[in-house]
């Protein structure tokens, strides 16, 4: 793309990004050119079949699709100027010390066997922040990971760069994955806190998919990188009638990866004892039509407002988690974001 292009394609998805319209702009693992999303009114629609478009769905099931229309980035000015500042502070580390005892509590007294905690930072930006820019450089950074820049009216305005695959797939051959524990990248063995949350996570994938698939194999476990950081990582292939998608897509997320185990118990305490508003963090989100699904879970993610932008990560509780160590996992998650702040400032 020329410079004088790409000027003008950046200036119009910033633009897009204060106005009263819904767009997808995203770039699947391997790619290299971006994808552009939108209706032709920027409306969104709740019903995704027989359409092609775009996926964003929250953590609490609540899910908006963007119908496939405009490939090419309309003008700003037809919309209506939208406004958004933060409903509630980030999470202080006070706060987070104490969901931590509350959380692992429940883990003590045998209510869960994991539950996932997550918090907020923000960073400060100017009024020239450029989203675009953000999404450029986590398209750049991380190759392998899926990338988006969506904005709505209902949820405001996110970027993604994502390394969990929810489903992906077209006809009857599909892939999914078990994703977790975290480390800085070594040599070592994993630690039992890890590989047993990571075995949480495998069964219950195992268990949601051997109903609904006609086939299904598990791969080895492996180390997956994702920026800075690693997680161990349980690939599932399997075969499926296209027909069983949606009855897929009601039954596997959350997985216990963002969530925890067993996933009812953990989400109706997070319910009634919330760590933040997780909106579009840990849902999923991604592309739909022209006969395949690429669907992936919301992770090292933020949500750009007015004069900040808010970032988002969580982490895995067991019985022997450490509180010190899981605030600083929750750290090292933010620092793909952190990067991409930079590049936009």
């Not at 090419?72 to 502070?89: G, K, L, T």
Request: proline share 7%; hydrophobic share 40%.
């Amino acid at each position: 793309m020329v410079a004088g292009m790409h000027a003008t394609t950046e200036k119009k998805i910033n633009a897009l990004c204060h106005r009263q319209c819904a767009f997808a702009l995203y770039c699947l693992p391997g790619e290299t050119e971006p994808v552009f999303c939108m209706a032709e009114d920027g409306r969104v629609e709740d019903d995704p079949i027989f359409k092609n478009g775009f996926i964003l769905a929250a953590f609490d099931g609540n899910s908006l699709f963007i119908p496939e229309e405009l490939a090419e980035v309309p003008e700003a000015a037809q919309w209506e100027e939208m406004s958004r500042i933060p409903a509630a502070n980030a999470t202080t580390r006070e706060t987070y010390a104490a969901l931590f005892n509350l959380y692992t509590g429940f883990i003590r007294e045998g209510e869960v066997r994991k539950i996932v905690l997550a918090r907020t930072a923000d960073e400060e930006v100017t009024p020239e922040f450029s989203p675009y820019r953000a999404f450029e450089a986590a398209c750049a950074a991380q190759p392998a990971a899926f990338k988006a820049l969506v904005h709505t009216p209902k949820y405001g305005t996110w970027l993604f760069c994502t390394p969990e695959q929810l489903v992906t797939g077209q006809g009857d051959r599909w892939s999914t994955m078990a994703l977790a524990g975290t480390r800085i990248p070594c040599t070592l063995p994993w630690d039992t806190k890890n590989k047993r949350e990571q075995a949480l996570v495998t069964e219950f994938i195992r268990d949601t998919l051997t109903p609904l698939a006609n086939e299904l194999h598990e791969g080895p476990l492996e180390n997956l990188r994702a920026g800075s950081i690693e997680h161990l990582c349980t690939r599932f292939n399997f075969q499926m009638p296209p027909g069983r998608m949606l009855m897929l897509l009601d039954k596997l997320p959350p997985t216990p990866a963002v969530c925890g185990s067993p996933v009812g118990k953990a989400r109706h305490l997070l319910q009634n004892y919330p760590d933040i508003d997780r909106s579009c963090y840990a849902g999923y989100l991604g592309p739909w039509g022209h006969g395949a699904v690429q669907l992936y879970v919301s992770l090292r993610c933020m949500q750009v407002f007015d004069g900040v932008c808010r970032l988002y990560a969580g982490g895995g509780l067991m019985p022997d988690s450490d509180e010190e160590q899981e605030w600083l996992e929750t750290e090292n998650k933010m620092a793909c974001m952190r990067q991409a702040i930079e590049a936009g400032r």
